[in-house]
């Protein structure tokens, strides 16, 4: 059974860092894509950003390249999202999902919203 867990959310002011992380285990490979979503008050669920199975490949929305770096150990099964120069509109539950296989197109991966498992998320609250 595939689960994935969320942690290292909590409450910061804008310019922090937080690091989040998302333990994987249930998977018989490491053949499987990761992303993170975020979902705040009000808005819809949003993709933040992606990470392939096998070569690292990484994909980031607009709003959080440049501030935001995933990465992932394959040997602790576990993926992270580094934040850096938090601001307040990065406020939200963080999810964790991951699908099967390797998709040759990050960006239309995460735009997709077509994942095989979810994580019950970690809350991020950005402010002063």
């Known amino acids: 059974q595939v689960q994935l867990v969320e942690s290292g959310g909590g409450l910061v002011q804008p310019g922090q860092s937080l690091r989040l992380l998302c333990a994987v285990s249930?998977?018989?490979?490491?053949?499987?894509?990761v992303a993170w979503f975020r979902q705040g008050p009000g808005k819809e669920r949003e993709g933040v950003s992606c990470?392939?199975?096998?070569?690292?490949?990484?994909y980031y929305a607009d709003s959080v390249k440049g501030r935001f770096t995933i990465s992932r150990d394959n040997a602790n099964n576990t993926v992270y999202l580094q934040m850096n120069s938090l601001l307040p509109e990065d406020t939200g539950v963080y999810y964790c999902a991951a699908a099967d296989g390797s998709p040759s197109n990050l960006r239309l991966f995460l735009e997709s919203y077509d994942m095989d498992y979810w994580g019950k998320g970690t809350l991020v609250t950005v402010s002063s």
């Open positions: 990470i392939s199975s096998s070569d690292g490949n990484t």
């Open positions: 249930g998977f018989t490979s490491n053949f499987h894509a």
